[in-house]
């Protein structure tokens, strides 16, 4: 599993969750399993780990444990996938947001800058809508809000522009396509990072990561036991920012609220005031975990005070 996926903050992440032998926990990023594995080997004979992927390649990852689940789907589908295997209660829920690098390494995927393939792009394959349909068929303004909001790209409107313009001439179908159209377009020496933001906004399009992310995020707050742990890697500022927000005020626009006696309404309690991130050992042997940004949250009681779950 190694070869399909080096995972982020692996040891970290797992102590975050302060597992309970018996306890019944959700890893909604399977990928390569290694987060999982490592939950594995902390849960007794009575504890439970259901894991969510939509990649078909993941599920081959998937280990021969009575304790362990995976459940092939997107993890949007969180509430009531667990429903139907009777879970209405969970004691932690661990999330490695992004792409895996067998994604990333698969050149016909379409998500890395560095080999061609199809504008592909799906993280689930059996979905219909991939990158180079939204770079072909999407409207100017649809292209420039779509580059701006998920890329935060400087230039936008300009993209967006010369996107049309040239696929006027012809489709855009492979990535080195739409890297001879980036290229002219990014500032010189800072084209890798560049491509790189125009590449994200393209993936979180087509998968519709962040409304997902909403949706699992939401779930995840109802399904928590109290003192129930929430543990969340990503690697973006958009993805942190979300997450950041419900965390600490209890909503995604991050509006803090009070109650008659001034104590915060929110369901989670934040720990620590900063997210961690890897050390410099890690990034050197792992160069993807650079961007990384780790937040952890205990589920509260009603008065807003942690409570250690049973």
């Given at each position: 599993m190694?070869?399909?996926?080096?995972?982020?903050?692996?040891?970290?992440?797992v102590d975050a969750l302060s597992i309970h032998s018996d306890g019944v926990y959700v890893d909604v990023t399977f990928g390569g399993g290694g987060h999982s594995s490592?939950?594995?080997?902390?849960?007794?004979?009575n504890g439970k780990l259901f894991a969510f992927d939509q990649d078909q390649d993941a599920v081959k990852n998937a280990p021969s444990d009575k304790r362990f689940t995976l459940i092939k789907k997107n993890f949007r589908e969180l509430k009531v996938a667990l429903g139907e295997s009777g879970v209405v209660r969970i004691d932690g829920l661990l999330a490695d947001l992004g792409v895996s690098s067998h994604q990333f390494d698969t050149a016909e995927r379409g998500f890395?800058?560095?080999?061609?393939?199809?504008?592909?792009m799906r993280m689930n394959q059996d979905a219909m809508l991939t990158a180079e349909q939204v770079i072909n068929t999407y409207e100017q303004h649809q292209l420039r809000e779509m580059f701006r909001l998920y890329g935060e790209?400087?230039?936008?409107?300009?993209?967006?522009?010369?996107?049309v313009e040239l696929r006027e001439e012809r489709e855009l179908r492979t990535v080195n396509d739409l890297r001879q159209v980036l290229e002219p377009l990014a500032r010189k020496g800072k084209e890798n990072q560049y491509m790189a933001k125009v590449f994200q906004a393209l993936r979180i399009e087509v998968n519709?990561?962040?409304?997902?992310?909403?949706?699992?995020?939401?779930?995840?707050?109802?399904?928590?036991s109290e003192g129930g742990r929430l543990v969340v890697i990503s690697y973006h500022s958009l993805e942190d920012r979300m997450v950041k927000n419900l965390i600490r005020s209890g909503n995604f626009e991050g509006t803090l609220e009070?109650?008659?006696?001034?104590?915060?309404?929110?369901?989670?309690?934040?720990?620590?005031?900063?997210?961690?991130?890897?050390?410099?050992q890690e990034i050197e042997m792992n160069s993807r975990a650079r961007s990384a940004k780790m937040r952890i949250a205990i589920k509260t009681t009603g008065d807003g005070k942690p409570q250690a779950a049973e």
């Open positions: 190694s070869t399909y996926h080096r995972s982020v903050l692996l040891n970290e992440s490592e939950i594995l080997n902390r849960l007794g004979s890395s800058i560095r080999l061609d393939g199809p504008l592909d790209v400087e230039n936008a409107g300009y993209l967006a522009k010369r996107i519709g990561e962040m409304e997902a992310l909403r949706e699992m995020l939401e779930q995840a707050v109802e399904l928590l009070k109650d008659f006696y001034g104590n915060l309404i929110r369901p989670l309690q934040p720990v620590g005031n900063k997210p961690v991130v890897p050390d410099e």
